[in-house]
């Protein structure tokens, strides 16, 4: 059965700290997992990784993938309060339904 | 472009209501999904839609039906609400690229309808 876990499932952490969360899965025949911020309504798309290795970069925020361990992480440096929210990670497997699996998110709080 | 509008935002149900939940996109997108999401349970898929007249069951599918009769449009209907059907319902939608490597892109999602059955 296709799984994903992320960990921790919550997390509090204050201003200017660094942060790291874990996503691990198992899947069959892996096409390619996604990170989602969510606030109080829609989850918004973060990153999209196919291949092992490379680093996805935005600000603040990077990931990157291990396809032979399966896993990722999602860093952000330098925390703000904006940063609060739900994380989520999403794996798509073999389809061309283009459906996900999600894990079940890892809320982050940054206080000031 | 408004993206992925779902209505109603909220609504309160009584024990073996129906309601129908509607999603509509202006991205021209073919894949279309419905979600819920409870606490410490992430997203989980109920149905989903590859296109136009086209539709199939994801992870929990039971207690709720779908149509898919214009592309824009993605209807979720319950037809005999349960107490075990509150959550929150999140509609989304994604396409193909049509051509190497063929890549799902990501999914856009609604800001969700807030459903309590009492």
């Known amino acids: 059965e296709d799984k994903v876990v992320q960990s921790p499932l919550s997390l509090v952490v204050h201003e200017g700290d660094t942060v790291t969360l874990n996503c691990s899965y198992e899947?069959?025949?892996?096409?390619?997992l996604l990170w989602y911020k969510q606030e109080k309504k829609a989850p918004t798309f973060l990153f999209m990784l196919t291949s092992s290795g490379i680093e996805k970069k935005s600000g603040r925020l990077s990931s990157i993938l291990d396809k032979k361990e399966l896993f990722s992480i999602l860093n952000i440096t330098a925390t703000q309060t904006g940063d609060s929210a739900v994380y989520l990670c999403?794996?798509?497997?073999?389809?061309?339904?283009?459906?996900?699996?999600f894990g079940q998110g890892t809320t982050l709080q940054v206080k000031p | 472009n408004a993206g992925v509008t779902q209505t109603p935002k909220f609504r309160v149900l009584k024990t073996g209501q129906s309601m129908t939940l509607l999603c509509a996109q202006d991205m021209n997108h073919e894949y279309m999904y419905w979600y819920r999401q409870d606490p410490g349970m992430g997203l989980r898929l109920i149905h989903y839609?590859?296109?136009?007249?086209?539709?199939a069951k994801g992870e929990v599918p039971d207690g709720y039906n779908v149509s898919r009769l214009k592309k824009q449009n993605f209807l979720l209907g319950l037809e005999s609400a349960a107490p075990s059907q509150t959550s929150v319902y999140f509609c989304?939608?994604?396409?193909?690229?049509?051509?190497?490597?063929?890549?799902?892109?990501?999914?856009?999602f609604g800001d969700g309808t807030r459903l309590s059955i009492l």
């Open positions: 839609s590859v296109g136009e007249g086209t539709t």
């Open positions: 989304a939608s994604s396409y193909l690229v049509r051509g190497p490597p063929y890549s799902n892109q990501p999914q856009h």
């Open positions: 999403a794996v798509r497997g073999s389809s061309n339904t283009g459906k996900l699996i």
């Open positions: 899947v069959t025949n892996f096409r390619s």
